[in-house]
């Protein structure tokens, strides 16, 4: 602790004055770096002989401003796919990696079909599933067979349902087992102790990898579009038919990365107020 | 008798480390267990909180039979507090939430009551002003003396301390055993396993000596640290000596 008294020694001056030069020095060099990189990738890709085909094709204004209405229609189906696909596959998620916990041999059945689940839709590819649960079910033939849509959404769900079980159970797994054994020191029943105790500090400790999931989960929702509805990719693949020009495409692609801004921000809103919260008391 | 055990055995794997223990504690009283590392005194308070299953004897509270599985481990626990050598306060819960959960949620008391009776505790401690805190931003003392107080806002028949100052700072030791020295003032009945002979002589009614699983020694703390019959008990007590911690 330095007092309002304190005069700075010339040891302490000299150090001060070396890190404030090697600051401005490190600066400069990321700046001059930074123009280089960004002046050779500009001349490499706008001086390549194929230039002026590619803008053409992939980058007209025109085109993006006709077809924007189309593919945001396309998106809100995106949207809310979304919403309900990232809340129901994180609630599936914890419900498989909680079952995964349990003990005795009362619940060898449920683990090892959690277990099952687990393992098998984690290699199969969402593709197959989306496929598999669209075209398959109504095949079946059966009363009251929801839509694609709803199908496509379900093979998210499942598919991604055992990637964020994964995560969860490492993060419950992660929570030293000296804080079950103070819950359950207090007379707290299994469930409580899980649900008071372990849960908070785990999902706690998984939120990063959990949400950076439900970013991937969000672009794949986009691979619907192959089982039929019209989401912002097939809208864009419609406009690529019809303008025989990428530049839908690149419209879809921009808009998706707009769209995953909100929840990486949220992501690390969440990680930092939780990080301070604890770290910072009241 | 509040807590009796009779020839309990608890192994784990090929290695036994309670051998036929047997143990009361009565109405009141302050039972320190002493002995070497692995000598079984943390195992034997963990096996009378139920949190590991015994192999063989009996271990009985207020006479009925903990021990039987068709008993309730739950209900059990209830009625008995524990306090850890590493405090183990829940780290997302501000030090009120830490004491007030049991109450609320396993006791089904009203919060606004839980409160009020946490915080009077907590003014007794003289941690009044850290009721809101986050338990990382404790002492380790100040930490031990939440996990005591988290431990009796439920009442407990009988309160276990497992080496509770064995992770403390020799200047925090001080605040936490004034803490337990008040509770045998009020007469809580209450098993120690501790390393602090100097404490165990002042507020202990009777020291066991553990050795390999079994209780070789015990008696008032005057006659078991101070002229012990058994040979292995004047050795360790000599090694404590020796390092200084009597």
């Known amino acids: 602790m330095t007092t309002p008294l304190h005069t700075v020694s010339a040891v302490q001056q000299d150090r001060i004055a070396f890190r404030r030069r090697s600051a401005v020095r490190s600066v400069l060099l990321a700046a001059f770096s930074t123009a280089v990189v960004g002046t050779l990738l500009g001349v490499l890709v706008t001086g390549a002989p194929g230039w002026d085909r590619v803008r053409q094709s992939f980058f007209d204004p025109r085109i993006a401003v006709d077809w924007l209405p189309e593919i945001l229609q396309g998106l809100w189906l995106n949207v809310r796919m979304l919403v309900f696909c990232a809340l129901a596959a994180l609630a599936l998620g914890l419900l498989i990696a909680v079952l995964r916990t349990l003990r005795g041999p009362v619940f060898f059945p449920v683990r090892a079909l959690a277990t099952l689940y687990t393992y098998s839709f984690r290699g199969l590819p969402l593709i197959i599933v989306i496929y598999l649960m669209a075209f398959g079910i109504p095949g079946l033939r059966l009363q009251g ?138 | 008798m509040v807590l009796s055990c009779t020839d309990v055995r608890k192994t784990f794997g090929s290695a036994v480390v309670l051998d036929g223990l047997s143990l009361d504690v009565g109405e009141h009283e302050v039972v320190a267990l002493i002995g070497a590392s692995g000598s079984g005194k943390s195992t034997l308070l963990r096996c009378v909180n139920l949190l590991a299953e015994i192999d063989d004897g009996v271990i009985r509270l207020d006479g009925e039979d903990i021990t039987d599985p068709r008993v309730d481990p739950d209900s059990v626990r209830q009625k008995i507090g524990l306090v850890f050598q590493s405090y183990n306060l829940f780290p997302h819960m501000t030090v009120l939430d830490n004491i007030t959960l049991a109450p609320v949620r396993v006791h089904k008391r009203a919060a606004t009551a839980a409160r009020e009776q946490a915080m009077e505790w907590l003014d007794r401690v003289g941690l009044a002003d850290k009721a809101g805190s986050y338990p990382d931003k404790l002492s380790g003392g100040q930490q031990q003396r939440v996990a005591i107080v988290r431990a009796l806002v439920n009442s407990p028949r009988l ?83 020796e390092a200084g911690r009597l």
């Open chain 2, 159 to 241: 309160l276990l301390l497992d080496e509770v100052t064995s992770a403390l700072d020799p200047e925090l030791v001080g605040e936490v055993l004034t803490m337990i020295r008040d509770l045998k003032g009020e007469g809580m009945t209450m098993v120690l396993a501790t390393h602090e002979m100097g404490f165990a002589r002042q507020v202990a009614d009777r020291v066991a000596f553990l050795d390999q699983g079994r209780v070789l020694e015990q008696g008032p703390p005057a006659q078991v640290l101070g002229d012990p019959v058994e040979p292995r008990t004047r050795q360790f007590l000599a090694r404590i000596i």
């Open chain 1, 145 to 282: 067979t929801p839509s694609v849509t709803v199908l496509g959404g379900a093979a998210i769900v499942i598919t991604y349902g055992a990637y964020l079980a994964e995560v969860f159970r490492a993060g419950i797994e992660s929570v030293h087992p000296s804080q079950v054994a103070a819950a359950r020191s207090l007379g707290l029943s299994y469930r409580q102790s899980m649900r008071f105790v372990v849960l908070p500090q785990a999902v706690r400790r998984v939120a990063p990898p959990l949400l950076n999931d439900t970013v991937a989960l969000q672009k794949d929702v986009g691979l619907i579009s192959l089982a039929g509805p019209i989401d912002a990719i097939r809208a864009a693949q419609i406009g690529v038919a019809q303008t025989a020009n990428f530049t839908p495409y690149v419209v879809a692609g921009v808009l998706f990365v707009l769209l995953a801004l909100p929840l990486i921000g949220i992501t690390d809103w969440v990680t930092l107020r939780a990080a301070r919260r604890q770290a910072g008391g009241e």
